[in-house]
């Protein structure tokens, strides 16, 4: 069992940057797949990044490539979002999920373990 607990977002001029975390519970962490998704108001949830459990691969949407980066620390049990050069497309409440297995997931449906989200809103 994990449970996930997001943090960070809040409001932001476009081109500023935030920095997701989320906490995770557990003592297998390392061994998950992480991800972050996005959902903004009437749309589907929306791939973001994934990073695969052995945690030697990332895979970015194209939307974020080149500005949002994606990192773990075992040690702490975390995962973090660096998001820079922000622009309001990027409005949306940020999801952080964990799913079994040593590969990266881009489909939400791959992920078992959710956090409730931690709203991001960028003002142009």
């Known amino acids: 069992q994990v449970q996930l607990v997001e943090s960070g977002g809040g409001l932001v001029q476009a081109g500023g940057s935030l920095r997701l975390s989320c906490a995770a519970s557990?003592?297998?962490?390392?061994?998950?797949?992480m991800g972050w998704f996005r959902q903004a108001p009437g749309k589907e949830r929306e791939f973001v990044v994934a990073?695969?459990?052995?945690?030697?691969?990332?895979y970015y949407a194209e939307s974020v490539k080149g500005r949002f980066t994606i990192s773990r620390d075992n040690a702490k049990n975390a995962v973090y979002l660096q998001m820079n050069s922000l622009k309001p497309e990027d409005t949306a409440t940020y999801y952080c999920?964990?799913?079994?297995?040593?590969?990266?997931?881009?489909?939400?449906?791959?992920?078992?373990?959710w956090g409730q989200g931690t709203q991001v809103t960028v003002s142009s």
């Open positions: 990073l695969s459990g052995s945690g030697g691969t990332t």
């Open positions: 557990g003592r297998t962490f390392s061994t998950y797949a």
């Open positions: 999920a964990a799913a079994l297995g040593p590969y990266y997931y881009t489909v939400p449906q791959n992920y078992v373990y």
